[in-house]
């Protein structure tokens, strides 16, 4: 198995459960990984608002996760608020196999 140029391997696909998030980390980047439906989203797992690292235990709500902490909802898709702002990093997903790679193209400082 060839790994794609820029991915990294995070886990296996059935360490993840449906409508769950769990936290990983890849060097400095800490990532919460969200499986609905079978598809896997990568997001980052710090919430910008207060810079809360609880993103994995979000509820997740028609294609958002919502921030336990202070309710902000991010777009699991393309990271943004439901407004259409900037809201988190979202991250490139590949599946082969059983195993998940995530690609981290930008560093996010941890606050």
């Known amino acids: 198995m060839k790994i794609p140029e820029g991915f990294v391997k995070i886990c296996k696909i059935y360490d993840l459960k449906e409508e769950e998030g769990k936290q990983f980390f890849v060097d400095d980047v800490e990532i919460a990984l969200f499986k609905i439906n079978n598809k896997v989203y990568a997001i980052s797992n710090i919430c910008p608002h207060q810079k809360t690292h609880l993103m994995y235990d979000g509820i997740i709500e028609n294609g958002y ?24 990093p979202v991250y490139e997903v590949k599946l082969i196999g059983d195993d998940l790679f995530v690609r981290i193209t930008e560093r996010f400082p941890n606050w």
Do not use: A, E, Q, Y
Not at 72 to 86: H, I, Q, T, V
């Open 65 to 88: 996760v919502i921030c336990p902490l202070h309710g902000w909802k991010f777009n699991l898709k393309d990271g943004r608020l439901p407004n259409g702002s900037r809201g988190i």
